[in-house]
C-alpha cells in the first residue's frame, strides 16, 4: 500500500527557533500534498495545500508567513513552522495523493508530528 | 462550520462488549476514512470506504454508509483494553481536502 513518511515524529523546539517537519511519499509521486493541524484534544484542521513546483494554498486564517511550505519535488513537502511560540505547539499531519492514479483515489495520511515549543 | 460530526463524544465500555460510533457529514462525499489516534500520537489508518458502497469489514471492524443520511458509522466487535482511543472520520468530497469529524473518546475498561 501507498506510505507516506513524516519526519521527525516529535520534536521539542525552544520559542524564536524554525522547525522544519518533512512528508514523504515512499512509494508514489505526488504533486500535491495537505497539512494538518490539530489542537489539544480538538479535531484535525486542514492548514494548507502543497503543490510541487508552486506555491501553496492556506486555507482561511492561516498565516503563511509564519508556516513555510516548500515542495520541492514530487516525494516530498515539508513545513517549517517560523518563529516558533508556544502557541505553535500541536500535532501536524500530512497526506499526499498519488498522481498517478487518476481521479478514483485517495489522501493517503503520515503518522504526524508532535511539536511542542517551550 | 465545515466540521463532521460524531457521537457519541465519549464512550466507556467494558471489555468484550461491542462498541458503535456515528459520524454524520454535511455534503455529498467521494469516500470516508475511519482513524484511531492513541492519546499523544499519531493517526492509524482503519477503514476506507467509497460512496457506492454500503458496508466493510475488517477484522473486528464494521463500517457502514449510508449516503442518503449522511452517515457512517464504525463497530469494534469483542473490544479489548487496547481499542481504547479517539476515533475519527474524515470525509472526502472529491478534492482530497478531507474534513475530520470531531471523533470519538473510547474507553474500553478490562
Known amino acids: 500500500g501507498a506510505v507516506v513518511s513524516q519526519h521527525p515524529s516529535r520534536v521539542i523546539c525552544k520559542s524564536g527557533t524554525s522547525v522544519k517537519i518533512e512528508c514523504r511519499s515512499l512509494?508514489?509521486?505526488?504533486?500535491?500534498m495537505f497539512w494538518y493541524r490539530q489542537f489539544p484534544k480538538k479535531s484535525l484542521m486542514l492548514m494548507a495545500t502543497s503543490n510541487e513546483g508552486s506555491k501553496a494554498t492556506y486555507e482561511q486564517g492561516v498565516e503563511k508567513d509564519k508556516f513555510l511550505i516548500n515542495h520541492a519535488s514530487l516525494t516530498l513537502s515539508t513545513l517549517t513552522v517560523t518563529s516558533a511560540h508556544p502557541e505553535d505547539s500541536s500535532f501536524y499531519i500530512c497526506?499526499?495523493?498519488?498522481?498517478?492514479?487518476?481521479?478514483?483515489?485517495?489522501?493517503?495520511f503520515g503518522q504526524g508530528t508532535r511539536l511542542t515549543v517551550v | 462550520s465545515q466540521q463532521g460530526e460524531e457521537d457519541p463524544q465519549a464512550l466507556s465500555i467494558q471489555e468484550g462488549e461491542n462498541a458503535t460510533m456515528n459520524c454524520s457529514y454535511k455534503?455529498?462525499?467521494?469516500?470516508l476514512q475511519w482513524y484511531r489516534q492513541n492519546s499523544g500520537r499519531g493517526l492509524v489508518h482503519l477503514i476506507l470506504i467509497r460512496s457506492n458502497e454500503r458496508e466493510k469489514h475488517s477484522g473486528r471492524l464494521r463500517v457502514t454508509l449510508d449516503t442518503s443520511k449522511k452517515s457512517s458509522s464504525l463497530l469494534i466487535t469483542a473490544s479489548r483494553a487496547a481499542d481504547t482511543a479517539s476515533y475519527f472520520c474524515a470525509t472526502d468530497k472529491g478534492t482530497y481536502k478531507y474534513i475530520f469529524g470531531t471523533g470519538t473518546r473510547l474507553k474500553v475498561l478490562a
Open positions: 497526506s499526499a495523493i498519488n498522481s498517478e492514479r487518476g481521479l478514483n483515489t485517495e489522501a493517503f
Open positions: 455534503t455529498s462525499i467521494n469516500n
Open positions: 512509494d508514489f509521486q505526488a504533486t500535491t
